[in-house]
Nanobody, 126 residues
Framework: QVQLVESGGGLVQAGGSLRLSCAAS????????MGWFRQAPGKEREFVAA?????????YYANSVKDRFTISRVNANNTVYLQMNSLKPEDTAVYYC??????????????????WGQGTQVTVSS
């Protein structure tokens, strides 16, 4: 079972930036796509971004974050990143990284994932 540890959250003003990191354990990191989700208070966990396995040549974003967020990966470090720019108050949530249960190209639905980190809080003030 893979272990995922997120970091990099915090409090930022609207328009600011943050970079989240997710470190994974094990030797199979490059063999799986990875994804970021978020969950705001009283809401369901929602998809944010996904990156394909190996080189990460393919990415996919939720419409709400497209052109503001960038997902990337460094396989040598077993780490996936989420660069968040032009942050808005509605981006406030706990952000989770996840690994899918199977080797699919770009998993975008909650049910495709079976491994999660503990989450990191992102708060954007207006």
């Amino acid at each position: 079972q893979v272990q995922l540890v997120e970091s990099g959250g915090g409090l930022v003003q609207a328009g600011g930036s943050l970079r989240l990191s997710c470190a994974a354990s094990g030797r199979t990191f490059s063999s799986y796509a990875m994804g970021w989700f978020r969950q705001a208070p009283g809401k369901e966990r929602e998809f944010v971004a996904a990156i394909s396995w190996s080189s990460g040549s393919m990415t996919y974003y939720a419409n709400s974050v497209k052109d503001r967020f960038t997902i990337s990966r460094v396989n040598a470090n077993n780490t996936v990143y989420l660069q968040m720019n032009s942050l808005k108050p509605e981006d406030t949530a706990v952000y989770y990284c996840g690994r899918p249960a199977r080797q699919v190209v770009l998993p975008t639905t909650l049910g495709e994932y079976d491994s999660w980190g503990q989450g990191t809080q992102v708060t954007v003030s207006s």
